[in-house]
């Protein structure tokens, strides 16, 4: 399966350390949504402790967009409701320091470049696009009332069946 093509042809994409299943679903994605290779997928990476609850940033230049992810990772695949609560609050700190230009305490240093990057480009104008990703689903209301209660417009839910769609392989 692609999952394991990943974990086994990148193993090291973490600065040595073996791809969780996670981490291997994020590269695939990123890859699926903005056509990079899988390489280039690993280094927009962030998923892991003390992540502050965004999982990638990926920086499209060319169309002055930010994405900002977080994936969900469910061995089960079960089309489930997923928590409104946690999408809620996915975003918070990454906000905050939007709002305040201080980063996290516990973010790790090799995220921090990329959560400058983002806010630098937030500030040149970039669109920020929040994706939540997640083999469960949202109603249409619970979605717009995550989007009225994150104060966020651009935030896009890539659910169950959007990701049965576009990667059956994988699954």
């Not at 899988?38 to 930010?66: M, P, S």
């Not at 996915?90 to 320091?97: Q, R, S, V």
């Not at 983002?118 to 696009?129: F, I, M, P, Q, T």
Request: aromatic content about 12%.
């Amino acid at each position: 399966e692609e999952m394991d093509r990943i974990i086994t042809q990148y193993p090291t994409m973490r600065e040595g350390s073996i791809l969780s299943l996670s981490q291997a679903f994020e590269i695939w994605f990123l890859h699926q949504e903005t056509g990079i290779d899988y390489t280039e997928a690993a280094k927009h990476i962030l998923d892991g402790v003390n992540d502050c609850g965004v999982d990638f940033i990926w920086i499209d230049t060319n169309n002055r967009e930010v994405m900002i992810g977080q994936c969900e990772y469910d061995l089960k695949w079960a089309r489930t409701p997923a928590s409104e609560e946690k999408a809620i609050e996915t975003f918070a700190l990454f906000n905050n320091y939007l709002l305040t230009s201080k980063l996290p305490e516990k973010l790790p240093d090799p995220a921090q470049y990329l959560w400058r990057e983002a806010r630098k480009k937030s500030n040149e104008g970039y669109v920020l696009d929040y994706l939540y990703v997640t083999p469960k689903h949202f109603s249409p209301s619970q979605e717009e009332k995550i989007r009225a209660k994150s104060g966020s417009s651009n935030y896009f839910f890539i659910s169950h069946d959007t990701l049965l769609e576009r990667g059956q392989e994988f699954l």
